[in-house]
């Protein structure tokens, strides 16, 4: 079946511009995750959303940084008057929640943001 | 800082060895997943052991959880040049209130053919 499928795939900015980030979950999937990861490094939480709760926002890094998910399913992670070090690899991942906890994510290709 | 932490950072071994990898994170876990990413396939998901349990296979994969250590292994026998990547641990667990998975920096793995 279709997996996890992000857009764009590469993405080029100026410094001071905003950039949107789209993400297409799993059907069936209610949890979301964005991660950032950037060169050789581990992957940075940003936000988890599940069902119609109310996002974990937690890893935001800043309030530049905010997301969206409608109708509990696409999300959309939008960074406002990008910085240079706001360059890195996006990478979305939905999964199941079952009873007994998490459950694996499955993650889509990420979008390679490099601001200029 | 991350809560998972992979050591060694990087390992370099013979096609056809074992390979070792470890994970030590810091709160109460419901469960630790391991992770492969390489350059052809993005991340992917290997293997997932529930807080409960203490071992765990999969084809040459085989994973341990030690909660009172709060440490994980992954051995992956008989390597071969395909698990090239690097591995990373994930664990699912409450830090500052909120339930969230946290990914550790990684293992580089060589495999030399």
């Known amino acids: 079946g279709a997996g996890v499928s992000q857009s764009p795939s590469n993405k080029v900015t100026e410094k001071g511009k905003d950039v949107e980030l789209r993400c297409d979950p799993i059907?069936?999937?209610?949890?979301l995750y964005w991660y950032r990861q950037s060169l050789g490094q581990g992957l940075e939480f940003l936000i988890y959303?599940?069902?119609?709760?109310?996002?974990?926002k937690s890893g935001l890094p800043s309030d530049r940084f905010s997301a969206e998910r409608t109708g509990g399913s696409v999300s959309t992670l939008t960074i406002q008057r990008t910085q240079q070090e706001d360059s890195a690899v996006y990478l979305c991942?939905?999964?199941?929640?079952?009873?007994?906890?998490?459950?694996?994510?499955?993650f889509g290709p990420g979008t390679r943001l490099t601001v200029t | 800082s991350q809560q998972g932490e992979e050591d060694p950072q990087a390992l370099s071994i013979q096609e056809g060895e074992n390979a070792t990898m470890n994970c030590s994170y810091k709160?109460?876990?419901?469960?630790l997943q391991w992770y492969r990413q390489n350059s052809g396939r993005g991340l992917v998901h290997l293997i997932l052991i529930r807080s409960n349990e203490r071992e765990k296979h999969s084809g040459r994969l085989r994973v341990t959880l030690d909660t009172s250590k709060k440490s994980s292994s992954l051995l992956i026998t008989a390597s071969r040049a395909a698990d090239t990547a690097s591995y990373f641990c994930a664990t699912d667990g409450r830090s500052a209130g909120t339930y969230k998975y946290i990914f550790g920096t990684g293992t580089r793995l060589k495999v030399l053919a």
């Open positions: 059907s069936g999937h209610t949890a």
């Open positions: 991942a939905s999964s199941r929640v079952v009873t007994s906890g998490r459950d694996e994510q499955y």
């Open positions: 709160t109460s876990i419901n469960n």
């Open positions: 959303f599940q069902g119609n709760s109310a996002p974990d």
